[in-house]
């Protein structure tokens, strides 16, 4: 039986081992994907024509977390594609919380000091919310990707996003608590968890149920 194959893509600052937890049935391939560094000014939509080298299997379902699923988004805008999927993200720089548009307007975020990225207990907050506060040394591991001016531009990406309508076909699935991307912020079709913005590793459990159940159809 041919496999389908399904391209993960971890959030901001995390590496694929976010997904250690994912299981799909054998019909699915599960290829991880990693972060790579950004050139010089590089634009969202070049850096995503570079992680589309390293997608080689035809016709793919992309997932993606939180800055990751902004990412497959626009990678989804060139090659073909069976599904989308986004976890603990938004669908168009409309779902963009109060304080992110307003960083986008002031610039405040490019004069941020990023020294605390040498702090791992506030990048840990800083990636995966701060519903993680009494377990932050578990989710150390996560973590690999602390190069400052990876993440001065992963933040600026998300701040300058400019997606005005939701990609057709999309599947958001999201955190009910969530706090970086809260839900009163979101629009349209949302399959809602328990859980925070680390959903991906704390609920694995049910979003691997409602995978499963989406997928296939």
């Known amino acids: 039986m041919k496999k389908i194959n399904v391209y993960l893509m971890p959030g901001m600052a995390a590496n694929s081992s ?10 699915f391939k599960i290829h991880k994907l990693d972060w790579m560094i950004p050139k010089k000014k590089e634009t969202l939509k070049h850096y995503a024509k570079r992680i589309c080298k390293k997608i080689n299997e035809p016709d793919p379902i992309l997932i993606g977390v939180s800055f990751g699923g902004i990412l497959i988004q626009e990678i989804s805008k060139h090659l073909n594609y069976r599904k989308i999927v986004i976890i603990s993200s938004i669908k168009t720089s409309k779902e963009l919380p109060i304080s992110m548009k307003m960083a986008k307007k002031t610039k405040i975020h490019k004069i941020l000091p ?96 409602l995978l499963i159940e989406l997928l296939k159809n």
């Open 114 to 209: 990023f020294q605390w990225i040498n702090n791992l207990d506030k990048l840990a907050l800083f990636a995966f919310g701060d519903g993680i506060k009494k377990k932050i040394k578990l989710y150390m591991k996560y973590l690999s990707f602390k190069d400052p001016n990876y993440l001065k531009w992963a933040l600026d990406c998300i701040v300058n996003w400019d997606q005005k309508e939701t990609i057709k076909g999309l599947i958001h699935i999201h955190g009910k608590k969530d706090n970086v991307f809260p839900v009163k912020n979101l629009s349209g079709k949302v399959y809602l968890i328990e859980g925070n913005h680390a959903i991906i590793i704390t609920r694995a459990y049910q979003i691997n149920k």
């Open 18 to 27: 976010i997904f250690e937890y994912i299981k799909l049935p054998e019909m």
